[in-house]
């Protein structure tokens, strides 16, 4: 994956659908998406006025559509066709869906996507797709299925609903890190978002008041491989944005390796700083140079 072409969004923002002035704030933010929830935020009685809602602002909207997306509800459930009737003539950027099963369901969700693009006369495949793969535990043993998946440019997964579906009390250790399972979930994603060729991008911060906690995670997550992670309040989205962005120690140091392989094209070990340095450390650096527009 590393020298692919993938999706780069790295803060993804959630807003209710059922509140023009949180979706104004965030829409006027730095978050590079933005998600205008219909699924969680909003209560079974506020689904239907929360729809018109989304529809009217994303109509309001004179342009940047392609950040705005929509969390839908589950599609094994009763809102998820409602939603998307009611907020596709808005034309929004991408679908976040929820609760996915495995590869079957992004591609029901293209079917419909694909009517209704033609109903509305938008271009085909526009409307992009980032799947929630670890909400159920059915879905932890298909992470690694959606490869090819119609309109998927990310990946993301959830702690909270997995907990519930596992009949957890808990989900996370004494200290604060997630338990065994759903670091197992974190890895799940990463790996098959890496499997897919799309984008990896960490879950939820809880705590929207532990900036430094989140940068933390952020860098950690980053080095892991993630390229980008969910928000839940607006303060949160410049730390994210900046833990995803390389600083410039990290890109001086691959411009290095990059230009030391340039000066012994046909080497294949290099020895650098006190350590040797071989191919993969090249993909590494070229990969972090591209990710910062170098």
Partial sequence: MANQEIFSARSWLFAPGDSDKKMEKATAGSADIVIFDLEDAVAPSEKPKARTMVREFLQGQAG???????????????????DLAAIMPGRPGGIMLPKAYGRADVELLNNYL????????????STKVIALVTETAEAMYTTGDYKGAPRLVAMTWGAEDLADALGASENRNPDGSYGFTYEMARSFCLIGAATAGVAPIETIQGDFRDLEGLRKRAEKVRRDGYRGMLAIHPAQVDVINEAFSPNEAEIAAAQEIVDLFAANPGAGTIGF????????HLARAQALLKLAGR
């Fill in 273 to 280: 700083k006190g350590a040797m340095v071989d191919r993969p």
């Fill in 64 to 82: 940047g559509h392609e950040r705005l997306w929509v969390r839908i509800n589950p599609l094994d459930g009763p809102y998820a066709v409602d």
């Fill in 114 to 125: 694909t009517a209704l693009e033609a109903a509305f006369g938008f271009e085909q495949g």
